[in-house]
C-alpha cells in the first residue's frame, strides 16, 4: 500500500467515526491529511458529499495552495484554505472542522469575547496543559464569507503544531500531528462545549 492509500484510509476511518456521531450534518465539515512535506500534499475532503457514505471520491490530492494536484472533476471543501494555512505554518499532520449544535451554540454565547476559558476540567489535559490549575483559552473568529479572509484570521491563531480555533457560528477546527491527536483534541472541545452549555442550564 502505498503513503497515499494509507492516508487515504486513515481519513476515511475518521470520517467514518465522525459521521457515526452525525457531526456532518447537511454535508458540512470536511478533513485533511498531510501526505508528503516537499512537496507539500494534503488529501482534502471533495465538497458538497455525503459523509455518511465511503467512496472513492471521498476525497482529493491538493497542493500547498489547495489546488487539484491532478484534473479532476471534484471540487476541493470550501474551507480548505484554513487546512492550506495549518500545513504551511506547523508540522501538523491533520486537521478537522466539524459543525455540532454545540459548538455553535458556544461560540454565538462568546462569540462577542472572542474567546472561552475552562479551567479546572481534567479533559483539557487532552491539550498537553497538566499543571492542576491550567485554564485553556479557545479563540472565536468572526465568520467572514469571504474565506480568502476567513483564513487571514485564522491564521493569526494558527502557531503551534496542535491548536483549536471555534469560528462563530460555523464550527470548529483543530488540528494535530497524527490524526489520532487531532481526534482527541476534537473530542475533547465538544465534551468541554457540551459541559459548558450543561452547565449553564444547572446555574441559571
Same mark, same amino acid.
Given at each position: 500500500?502505498?503513503?497515499?492509500? =494509507?492516508?487515504? /484510509? #486513515? *481519513? @476515511?476511518?475518521?470520517?467514518? #467515526? *465522525?459521521?457515526?456521531?452525525?457531526?456532518?450534518? +447537511?454535508?458540512s465539515g470536511n478533513l485533511a491529511?498531510?501526505?508528503? #512535506?516537499? %512537496?507539500?500534499?494534503? *488529501?482534502?475532503?471533495?465538497?458538497?458529499?455525503?459523509?455518511?457514505?465511503?467512496?472513492?471520491e471521498d476525497f482529493l490530492l491538493?497542493?500547498?495552495?489547495?489546488? @487539484?494536484?491532478? #484534473?479532476?472533476?471534484?471540487? %476541493?471543501?470550501?474551507?480548505?484554505?484554513?487546512?492550506?494555512?495549518? &500545513?504551511?505554518?506547523?508540522? @501538523?499532520?491533520?486537521?478537522?472542522?466539524?459543525?455540532?449544535? /454545540?459548538?455553535?451554540?458556544?461560540? /454565538?454565547? &462568546? +462569540?462577542?469575547?472572542?474567546?472561552?476559558?475552562?479551567?479546572?476540567?481534567?479533559?483539557?489535559?487532552?491539550?498537553?496543559? $497538566?499543571?492542576?490549575?491550567?485554564?485553556?483559552?479557545?479563540?472565536?473568529? &468572526?465568520?467572514?464569507?469571504?474565506? %480568502?479572509?476567513?483564513?487571514? !484570521?485564522?491564521?493569526?491563531?494558527?502557531? !503551534?503544531?496542535?491548536?483549536?480555533?471555534?469560528?462563530?457560528?460555523?464550527?470548529?477546527?483543530? $488540528? +494535530?500531528?497524527? %490524526?489520532?491527536? @487531532?481526534?482527541? *483534541?476534537?473530542?475533547?472541545?465538544?465534551?468541554?462545549?457540551?459541559? =459548558?452549555?450543561?452547565?449553564?442550564?444547572?446555574?441559571?
Amino acid at each position: 500500500m502505498t503513503n497515499l492509500q =494509507q492516508r487515504w /484510509e #486513515e *481519513l @476515511a476511518d475518521i470520517k467514518d #467515526e *465522525l459521521a457515526t456521531r452525525d457531526w456532518f450534518m +447537511g454535508t458540512s465539515g470536511n478533513l485533511a491529511i498531510k501526505v508528503s #512535506e516537499s %512537496p507539500l500534499q494534503f *488529501l482534502v475532503t471533495a465538497s458538497g458529499k455525503d459523509k455518511r457514505k465511503r467512496t472513492s471520491e471521498d476525497f482529493l490530492l491538493v497542493d500547498a495552495s489547495g489546488q @487539484a494536484v491532478e #484534473e479532476t472533476h471534484l471540487k %476541493p471543501s470550501a474551507e480548505t484554505l484554513l487546512h492550506v494555512e495549518i &500545513y504551511n505554518k506547523t508540522k @501538523a499532520g491533520c486537521s478537522l472542522h466539524v459543525h455540532t449544535v /454545540e459548538n455553535n451554540v458556544v461560540s /454565538e454565547l &462568546y +462569540g462577542d469575547q472572542g474567546e472561552i476559558t475552562f479551567k479546572g476540567q481534567e479533559i483539557i489535559k487532552a491539550f498537553d496543559k $497538566w499543571e492542576e490549575d491550567a485554564t485553556l483559552t479557545i479563540p472565536i473568529i &468572526y465568520n467572514h464569507a469571504h474565506i %480568502p479572509t476567513l483564513a487571514r !484570521e485564522f491564521s493569526e491563531h494558527v502557531q !503551534e503544531d496542535t491548536g483549536v480555533v471555534l469560528i462563530r457560528n460555523h464550527g470548529i477546527t483543530v $488540528w +494535530g500531528r497524527t %490524526p489520532f491527536e @487531532a481526534k482527541k *483534541l476534537l473530542e475533547a472541545a465538544e465534551f468541554l462545549f457540551r459541559y =459548558q452549555l450543561r452547565l449553564m442550564e444547572f446555574t441559571k
